[in-house]
């Protein structure tokens, strides 16, 4: 993978994870309206600053995949992208104090290691 689409894929993936930061912060703050007032709408929703950013990180993300899509195969670009799964557990654990079971890391470890596999084959 070149250093651009290297850059494409990175800027995807944290973008996506950026938009999962702020969904969740948003998701949360609409939780505690929906209990204070026991309506949820549509308006409500978008009236929350968190989740429009998220909304906002994903589009960029999106953008940023489709442009690596159009430099790289769909078979190494799509695997590529599921590093977001191992930057959201790291958010997790370091923003919301989740746990990480050793399951899971070790999941991560082979997820990390499939990715570094599928972009160095060509």
């Not at 940023?64 to 654990?93: D, E, K, N, Q, T």
């Amino acid at each position: 993978m070149k250093p651009v689409e290297l850059l494409l894929l990175l800027f995807s993936v944290l973008s996506s994870v950026g938009g999962q930061l702020f969904l969740k912060l948003g998701a949360d703050k609409l939780a505690s309206l929906l209990q204070e007032t026991s309506q949820g709408t549509l308006g409500t929703a978008l009236r929350i600053p968190e989740l429009l950013i998220g909304l906002g990180c994903y589009a960029l993300g999106a953008v940023a995949y489709i442009l690596l899509l159009a430099r790289v195969p769909l078979s190494i670009a799509g695997p590529s992208v599921s590093l977001v799964y191992v930057f959201s557990v790291l958010l997790g654990y370091f923003v919301f104090r989740e746990t990480i079971p050793i399951g899971r890391v070790m999941g991560l470890g082979l997820i990390m290691a499939g990715v570094v596999l599928v972009i160095s084959q060509k």
